[in-house]
């Protein structure tokens, strides 16, 4: 029985290693970072709320680190080093894919470039120019409205409906958003004096948002990981401009080892790893219910920014956070339901 087991025991073992093999390479010879992903986590690959929040801890930790890194370095070069990096180490990854899917890159060369914008540099500039202004705490809290704000930008370009439900929520939301933005004091709107780092921040929010909508109607057809590189590659040379003025402006950062491992973990963790998690996660469980758990960033980064930065959370924190998170499980509970049946 013993040797039997083994033998069953060791086929199974034979064809995982198989399989892994198979998924190792793409057909046109270039590697796949997918699947080294699914060597490295396995069981992980295949459990898509671990996935999720893993991906929200990681930009968590992006808004935490970032809020201490602005007392060393520009915002400008913050973001453009992050993303820099981050197109070297995928690059050797994705280049087969780049090569092969390049003439349907060349013809969409246009809105890629708008995509690589919204959805790498252009929001992460607008948060780190926040993050200089305003506690990490805010950032999160504000951020935490992205399922609705995304929900607006998608019907203005894609044409989708929102419901009763769903303007409700976003109704619940803002409020919660208001809250925060005037420290819980209506005084505020007659003097008009926003804290500036919560206005860049919330239009951090509203560049990301149209990122979704626009790559769900004008993403061209090509490999995911030819879409992940080239927005990563367009974004970071679309913000050399910027970068160059604000080094001419300000200075560049001094690098230090400190400095290193900052622009180190930028790039590989809420850059990289968080999006392979993030498409993974849709990919096992959709793009509804991944962004009706959008609140957990909330839960890690208060944490983190509390125990990491010394915030002191207000009561208008803990306001502002009933109703923005209440406002997103509100908009999202009928599309939540809906996967679950399906």
Request: hydrophobic share 55%; aromatic share 14%.
């Amino acid at each position: 029985m013993r040797r039997a087991a083994f033998r069953t025991g060791a086929a199974l073992c034979s064809k995982a290693h198989s399989a892994v093999r198979r998924t190792s390479h793409d057909p046109g010879g270039g590697i796949s970072m997918a699947a080294y992903f699914g060597r490295i986590g396995g069981w992980l690959y295949h459990q898509a709320y671990l996935l999720v929040a893993l991906t929200y801890l990681f930009w968590a930790l992006n808004i935490v680190i970032g809020r201490h890194a602005m007392a060393s370095m520009p915002p400008v070069a913050l973001s453009f080093w992050r993303w820099a990096l981050a197109a070297l180490i995928l690059l050797p990854f994705t280049l087969s894919y780049l090569k092969r899917d390049w003439p349907v890159i060349r013809a969409n060369l246009g809105m890629l470039c708008i995509l690589g914008l919204t959805g790498t540099t252009g929001y992460a500039v607008a948060s780190y120019w926040g993050l200089q202004y305003t506690q990490a705490i805010n950032g999160l809290l504000i951020q935490c409205t992205m399922p609705i704000i995304i929900g607006v930008t998608t019907y203005f370009v894609v044409g989708d409906k929102l419901s009763a439900r769903q303007m409700s929520g976003i109704a619940v939301s803002f409020f919660g958003v208001l809250m925060i933005l005037l420290r819980g004091d209506p005084d505020v709107l007659h003097a008009i004096s926003f804290n500036r780092g919560d206005m860049w921040f919330a239009a951090a929010v509203l560049i990301f948002a149209f990122y979704s909508p626009l790559t769900r109607k004008y993403r061209p057809p090509i490999h995911p990981m030819s879409f992940l590189a080239i927005t990563i590659i367009t974004g970071t040379l679309l913000v050399i401009p910027l970068f160059i003025w604000e080094s001419v402006a300000i200075g560049m950062p001094t690098l230090d080892m400190h400095t290193a491992l900052i622009f180190l973990y930028m790039a590989i963790f809420p850059s990289i790893i968080a999006y392979i998690c993030f498409n993974r996660a849709i990919q096992l469980i959709g793009p509804n219910l991944v962004a009706a758990l959008y609140p957990l960033i909330v839960v890690f980064g208060v944490t983190l920014a509390i125990v990491f930065l010394g915030e002191r959370p207000e009561w208008y924190h803990f306001i502002g956070t009933i109703f923005i998170v209440g406002g997103v499980l509100l908009a999202t509970r009928q599309r939540r339901a809906a996967v679950a049946k399906a």
